[in-house]
């Protein structure tokens, strides 16, 4: 229940707070994303023939090849969501530098150590489980450190919630739990 838990407020939650980020991060004077990835120099492919996005990702921002119509921010997932913060927002890179686990001595509450936070956590916990265990004690240290990272969000975003939504998650994850 411990790994479901997590896996579910990483997914809903953190997954939230990304989008909010980068929907508050576009670089001017684009007034969404899609734009700002077609006004970039960043292209969905690089310079060695490697796509920065995957097919699903890229038919995920722009469903429609002919780029009438775009995908809707709401069913960007987290490694998605990193990659345009990464590349596209005005987020500034954690002291460490992106791809690194931000620092905690002192600690970094920057946006950029945040996302970064979240894809570490989210690569630990749900893609790279081998058995899909977290025992009591790594749960609450994940726990108390994904509720650390909403908190520095929500202070340089100027927002709330995200603490109502994690305790929201994680009361719905045990009520399934328990009716089964």
Same mark, same amino acid.
């Given at each position: 229940?411990?790994?479901?838990?997590?896996?579910?407020?990483?997914?809903?939650?953190?997954?939230?707070?990304?989008?909010?980020? $980068?929907?508050?991060?576009?670089?001017?004077?684009?007034?969404? &994303?899609?734009?700002?990835?077609?006004?970039?120099?960043?292209?969905?492919?690089?310079?060695? #023939?490697?796509?920065?996005?995957?097919?699903?990702?890229?038919? $995920?921002?722009?469903?429609?090849?002919q780029g009438r119509t775009t995908g809707q921010v709401d069913q960007f997932d987290i490694s998605l969501l990193y990659t345009l913060i990464r590349n596209i927002s005005t987020v500034t890179a954690p002291v460490t530098g992106w791809g690194y686990e931000p620092q905690d001595q002192p600690r970094d509450t920057s946006l950029g150590a945040s996302v970064e936070r979240i894809r570490f956590y989210r690569n630990h916990i749900i893609g790279h489980s081998m058995d899909g265990k977290i025992s009591q004690q790594d749960f609450d240290d994940y726990?108390?450190?994904?509720?650390?990272? $909403?908190?520095?969000?929500? &202070?340089?975003? #100027?927002?709330q919630g995200y603490r109502a939504q994690l305790e929201k998650q994680n009361t719905h994850v045990i009520s399934v739990y328990q009716a089964c």
């Open positions: 229940m411990n790994h479901a838990r997590l896996c579910v407020v990483l997914v809903t939650v953190c997954g939230n707070a990304m989008r909010d980020i $980068l929907s508050t991060h576009v670089p001017a004077p684009h007034t969404d &994303i899609h734009q700002a990835i077609l006004a970039s120099k960043w292209k969905l492919t690089s310079t060695q #023939g490697r796509p920065h996005l995957n097919k699903d990702q890229t038919k $995920l921002v722009f469903p429609d090849p726990w108390n450190k994904i509720d650390d990272v $909403l908190d520095d969000i929500e &202070i340089k975003l #100027g927002t």
